[in-house]
């Protein structure tokens, strides 16, 4: 084989033979993943093992025993080295067996944290943890018992009325009122309670209505926040039957079918129409809302109108009742009898059949007449007109100012009475024509002297007239 300097040594390759096996960079990427693994394993073990062999802790916890619901309850826990307090450090709280939250120890190894305050009312297991440090060994503190006790939701009525189902807490069973007329619910959970009024039914004596919450809310549901509110009042109105019993001016009984309507007012204007005799309800109490609370008040009514006949048969606002209970009211009515006499208009003798009345309306009622042609009736107060219907003849209308009881004559001129002022006149007219023409009687008589040929009676004579004396001055000649 010749070699040149400078040049590569050729080495022929015999056929058929292996080619030496030449190293790349597999071996190395294969020992760095081996290192990497090997340090991931070996830190969590050898930071466990530096944490065990750090200084021991004491974990202590103390937590309210007792708290009401929606109440928070606070934990606190103090964590110590050799008997120094360890500031700075995590510790997480469980409840029960999960984590609530994670405080920082203060300078004094201690810290506090506060249990979320929307837990039901029972008995609850605390306790913390400390993860532990390169410095410090973790440690876990005994577990500390608190309770969350329920709270009483107090409804109270206005006015007070005990022993009556007043409402339902949520979907539970009415509660009936105690003997200041409050119920009370045993509340268990926090959140929003629904109020469900369940008034008594109503009876012959009593209806029980809702007037307003405290809140001046007017709807028989009202929905509350369980802690945030433990107490309501329920405003309630109570009706009461009322009949209404009327009388006359005498004290007359008057039938309720003859008054159609009766008019009322309370005390804060509200105005009511009742029509009929009754029984009609009425409210015996008002709900105010003051800035003291609810407030229940009686309520007086007055009369205002009575329309009888077409007339206001009261004194507006002059005649007032309560309601306290089932009761009567009696009102008395301006309203007179009065007697109607039907006469002659000459002879003043009862005549006449029947009578007709106006009212001051201008609505007429007729009225028959008994056998003496006299007729009574009540009428309340007012001017009406009067006049009597006897057949042939002329009514003469008679105004009759009705205050108080009262007879009242009303006259018609009859056929018969048209006949005698017609004789009547008659005879004086022929009386008067005799009167003056005696020589008439004196004929009818038979007297002599007085003929055909008569000249009548002489005739008296009057004195010649004279000439007139001349006073004047006359001239001297």
Not at 325 to 348: E, H, S, W
């Amino acid at each position: 084989m010749t070699k040149f300097a400078g040049t590569r040594t050729i080495v022929p390759r015999a056929i058929g033979r292996p080619r030496p096996h030449r190293r790349g960079l597999g071996p190395v990427i294969l020992a760095l993943t081996a290192i990497i693994l090997l340090a991931f394993a070996v830190t969590p073990a050898t930071a466990l093992a530096a944490r065990h062999a750090g200084r021991p802790t004491v974990l202590h916890i103390g937590v309210t025993e007792t708290v009401a619901l929606g109440d928070h309850a606070v934990v606190t826990v103090f964590l110590e080295a050799a008997g120094k307090p360890v500031r700075g450090q995590l510790v997480s709280i469980r409840l029960g067996e999960k984590v609530s939250q994670q405080v920082k120890t203060g300078a004094d190894g201690r810290a506090s944290a506060e249990i979320a305050r929307d837990l039901s009312a029972a008995h609850y297991n605390v306790s913390a943890r400390f993860a532990g440090t390169s410095a410090y060994r973790s440690s876990t503190s005994k577990t500390a018992v608190f309770t969350v006790t329920p709270v009483r939701l107090t409804i109270a009525t206005v006015p007070a009325m005990p022993g009556v189902p007043l409402v339902r807490v949520g979907h539970g069973p009415p509660l009936v009122t105690g003997p200041d007329g409050t119920v009370v619910a045993t509340m268990t959970k926090v959140g929003p309670v629904a109020l469900n009024l369940a008034l008594p039914p109503d009876d012959a004596t009593r209806q029980v209505r809702l007037a307003r919450w405290d809140d001046g809310s007017t709807e028989p549901v009202r929905t509350i926040r369980i802690p945030d509110t433990l107490s309501a009042v329920v405003g309630l109105r109570i009706l009461q039957p009322v009949q209404f019993e009327f009388t006359s001016a005498d004290g007359t009984p008057i039938a309720p079918t003859d008054v159609p309507i009766v008019r009322i007012s309370d005390d804060a204007g509200n105005k009511s129409e009742l029509s009929g005799p009754g029984p009609h309800w009425l409210p015996s109490n008002a709900i105010t809302r003051l800035t003291t609370g609810l407030s229940s008040s009686p309520v007086e009514y007055r009369v205002g109108e009575v329309p009888l006949g077409g007339q206001n048969a009261v004194n507006q606002g002059q005649q007032r009742f309560a309601v306290s209970g089932p009761q009567t009211v009696k009102i008395p009515l301006l309203a007179f009898n009065l007697v109607v006499q039907g006469r002659d208009a000459l002879l003043k003798t009862p005549w006449g059949s029947k009578v007709t009345i106006t009212d001051p309306a201008g609505d007429k009622r007729a009225l028959d007449l008994d056998a003496d042609s006299s007729a009574t009736t009540l009428l309340p107060r007012g001017e009406y007109t009067i006049a009597i219907d006897g057949g042939y003849g002329l009514a003469v209308t008679t105004p009759v100012a009705l205050s108080r009881e009262q007879h009242a004559d009303v006259l018609i001129v009859t056929m018969l009475d048209i006949v005698l002022v017609i004789g009547v006149s008659l005879i004086v007219v022929t009386s008067l024509i005799l009167i003056g023409r005696p020589h008439f009687i004196r004929r009818r008589r038979g007297d002599p002297s007085g003929g055909p040929d008569d000249a009548g009676p002489p005739l008296p004579q009057w004195p010649e007239p004279t000439v007139a004396h001349d006073w004047r001055q006359r001239p001297r000649s």
